[in-house]
């Protein structure tokens, strides 16, 4: 049974910075991209970035290219999310995802991910 946790949340001021960890077990090949998502109350959780476990691919939402770095160990299966020069806007619950359909980063939307985190808060204030 895959099992995603994860860590790192917090409230920090506004530019300052975050890394997020997400410790996976139970992983198969058929898992082939990992990846982070945010959630404010009241609206959908937006894909934020992704890697792929095989090529190292990485993903980012418009909103943070520049300021987010995702990374792997895959020895360890941890994936980590580097926050930097955080905004306000940034603020949600943040989780990790993965799944089973051979996506491998290619496709970051909730629908697509089968294996949930229980979340980390996330929030920034100005």
């Known amino acids: 049974q895959v099992q995603l946790v994860e860590s790192g949340g917090g409230l920090v001021q506004r530019g300052g910075s975050l890394k997020l960890s997400c410790s996976a077990s139970?992983?198969?090949?058929?898992?082939?991209?990992i990846a982070w998502f945010r959630q404010v109350p009241g609206k959908a959780r937006d894909g934020v970035s992704c890697?792929?476990?095989?090529?190292?691919?990485?993903y980012y939402d418009d909103h943070v290219k520049g300021r987010f770095s995702i990374s792997i160990d895959n020895a360890n299966n941890t994936v980590y999310l580097q926050m930097n020069s955080l905004r306000p806007e940034d603020t949600g619950v943040y989780y990790c995802?993965?799944?089973?359909?051979?996506?491998?980063?290619?496709?970051?939307?909730?629908?697509?991910?089968?294996?949930w985190g229980q979340g980390t808060q996330v929030t920034v204030s100005s």
């Open positions: 995802a993965t799944e089973n359909q051979g996506l491998d980063c290619t496709i970051v939307a909730a629908w697509g991910y089968k294996y």
């Open positions: 139970g992983l198969t090949p058929d898992n082939h991209g």
């Open positions: 890697i792929s476990r095989g090529t190292g691919y990485t």
